[in-house]
């Protein structure tokens, strides 16, 4: 880099990488999460991302501190390797709120760091339905095709095959049989044959497609007239590209709607829920298998359909989703400033 008070904005306009005294924190998912690094002095020397994407680069070796951070789907391991090897003589800092090895990254910090309470600023509150008015029973949404998305949404239509059901789903021309077939057990290897009549229809026919409200609308039955949402997360895996548990906000619709939810999500995803003082439905569901291997994880989710198939205790249900929304709206930020506030003074008292 020629000149360090140059910014370097990501191609996707997602992210911001460049020296810290060029940020204005502009990025529209994570909000104002960053403002309080405006204490932080010497900001040219700071080299900053507020997001690390997948495509961000590793910058030039003339800063004297890097400060990254890791809310993405993935964590982009190949740059916090290459920067936890350009930090032997440098400061690096990443906050996160996902799980990193700190010991895999030996040279960098890694502090806790949550978000998910912007995403207040998409859904302001609203009344929603009592599960008792509603009429559907199950759905599950599929946006981007992916292997696990795929199989979680035919093995509901196969276990709970009622005509009241909600979902839609988005093929590819990428994404078709044979391409489904030859790669799912590298990455889910697990029994299919009772629903692959399923499958073949949704990577050939589609299914039920309500109209697109786009990713921030809950305007839709799935949430609406639900009384409870499978939630297909953007990640499954627990590999070392994707370290757990990743949560978006598919995961915050069911709760600003008021509807009960099963997360279809990557080991530990429950856990940091529950960290964050939400209501995990555990009083309905086992969820002991949160921490297992994804297989596991995999089988235990398809017995749980079965278990679910002809409904839940509404009263339980309604009781908890009540009080996950009211934690949301008004007690969330509480909660996480706690566990942020800390991470923030460490990071002041090094670098302000």
């Not at 880099?1 to 460049?18: D, H, L, W």
């Not at 906050?95 to 207040?120: A, C, F, R, V």
């Not at 856990?271 to 209501?279: I, K, Q, V």
């Not at 969820?287 to 278990?307: F, G, N, Y």
Request: hydrophobic letters at 35%.
């Amino acid at each position: 880099m020629s000149n360090i008070n140059s910014p370097a904005f990501n191609v996707r306009e997602r992210t911001y990488c460049g020296p810290l005294s060029n940020y204005t924190f502009v990025n529209s998912e994570i909000g104002n999460l960053w403002e309080w690094v405006k204490a932080i002095s010497n900001k040219d020397k700071v080299y900053f991302i507020d997001n690390l994407w997948w495509d961000s680069v590793l910058p030039s070796d003339n800063y004297d501190c890097y400060v990254v951070g890791v809310f993405g789907e993935f964590a982009n391991t190949k740059f916090l390797e290459q920067l936890n090897q350009r930090c032997t003589n440098s400061a690096g800092y990443v906050l996160t709120s996902i799980k990193l090895d700190p010991n895999k990254y030996g040279n960098l910090t890694i502090l806790p760091y949550e978000h998910l309470q912007q995403y207040k600023t998409f859904f302001p509150e609203a009344k929603y339905t009592p599960l008792s008015q509603r009429h559907n029973l199950h759905s599950i949404l599929t946006r981007r095709v992916d292997f696990h998305k795929t199989i979680f949404t035919a093995a509901l239509l196969n276990k709970c095959p009622t005509v009241d059901y909600s979902f839609c789903f988005f093929a590819s021309k990428h994404f078709d049989q044979e391409y489904f077939y030859e790669n799912y057990k590298n990455y889910l290897n697990i029994d299919i044959s009772q629903f692959t009549g399923e499958i073949d229809q949704l990577l050939t026919q589609g299914a039920k497609i309500y109209a697109d409200a786009g990713q921030w609308s809950i305007e839709i039955p799935a949430y609406q007239d639900t009384v409870l949402h499978w939630v297909n997360e953007a990640i499954f895996l627990s590999i070392d590209a994707n370290p757990t548990g990743y949560l978006t906000e598919k995961t915050i619709k069911p709760i600003v709607s008021g509807t009960p939810f099963i997360l279809l999500s990557q080991k530990n995803s429950y856990a940091r829920l529950a960290r964050l003082g939400f209501d995990t439905y555990s009083q309905l569901f086992d969820l002991d298998w949160d921490t297992a291997q994804d297989h596991e994880r995999a089988s235990s989710i398809l017995s749980l359909m079965d278990s679910c198939s002809q409904g839940i205790d509404l009263k339980i249900a309604q009781e908890i989703a009540d009080y996950n929304y009211n934690h949301f709206y008004n007690h969330l930020d509480q909660t996480v400033a706690v566990v942020n506030q800390q991470s923030q003074d460490l990071l002041l008292e090094n670098l302000a």
